[in-house]
T-cell receptor
Framework: ETGVTQTPRHLVMGMTNKKSLKCEQH?????MYWYKQSAKKPLELMFV???????ENNSVPSRFSPECPNSSHLFLHLHTLQPEDSALYLC??????????FGQGTRLTVV | DAKTTQPPSMDCAEGRAANLPCNHS???????VYWYRQIHSQGPQYIIH???NNETNEMASLIITEDRKSSTLILPHATLRDTAVYYC????????????FGKGTLLTVNP
């Protein structure tokens, strides 16, 4: 248990569906991150929020839409995904320096 | 952030020390060296970090060369549960703080 909770742990969705991934931390961290990990590939940083402002968006397609309503919560809204978007989506949080804590991830399958 | 180079894989016998090398020859003065590991299909786990002095905690030791161009993570008594991908990451703090993962080193601890 890292203090970063992601829900759901597994998600199967059709290409026309809309779903959201949720991440929650109560560690007092002021930065939160979304990462994508496809099979046998390194983790890819998708989005970075610092003090609830998006500070980085690594050329992620618009079918992925992040939301950070407060310092404890982070969402990733998904719509019209493709099968190649199937991956493990990981959330992390940290202070602006020091260790990051990762959730256990959401295993997403797009059918 | 400076790039890092790690061997793709290493083996270690159970109970022996595992020494994982990392090269970061372009590291700048304000960049820290972080180590994380990822056990299969789980979120990455923080291990240790340092700036220029050697560091030790309950999990591992981090040895950074005097010129800071390379470092070694030492697991003093490896167990089967230490089998994982180990990532060496160099990053600065502050508003630019983020973790960019490479391919890491797959450490396999053998009985």
């Amino acid at each position: 248990e890292t203090g970063v909770t992601q829900t759901p742990r597994h998600l199967v969705m059709g290409m026309t569906n809309k779903k959201s991934l949720k991440c929650e931390q109560h560690l007092g961290h002021n930065a939160m991150y979304w990462y994508k990990q496809s099979a046998k590939k390194p983790l890819e940083l998708m989005f970075v929020y610092s003090l609830e402002e998006r500070v980085e968006n690594n050329s992620v397609p618009s079918r992925f839409s992040p939301e950070c309503p407060n310092s404890s919560h982070l969402f990733l809204h998904l719509h019209t995904l493709q099968p190649e978007d199937s991956a493990l989506y990981l959330c992390a949080s940290s202070r602006t320096q020091g260790e990051a804590f990762f959730g256990q991830g959401t295993r997403l399958t797009v059918v | 952030d400076a790039k890092t180079t790690q061997p793709p894989s290493m083996d270690c016998a159970e109970g022996r020390a595992a020494n994982l090398p990392c090269n970061h020859s372009t590291i700048s003065g304000n960049e820290y060296v972080y180590w994380y590991r990822q056990i299969h299909s789980q979120g990455p786990q923080y291990i240790i970090h340092g700036l220029k002095n050697n560091e030790t905690n309950e999990m591992a030791s981090l040895i950074i060369t005097e010129d800071r161009k390379s470092s070694t993570l030492i697991l003093p008594h490896a167990t089967l549960r230490d089998t994982a991908v180990y990532y060496c990451i160099v990053t600065s703090g502050g508003s630019n703080y983020k973790l960019t993962f490479g391919k890491g080193t797959l450490l396999t601890v053998n009985p």
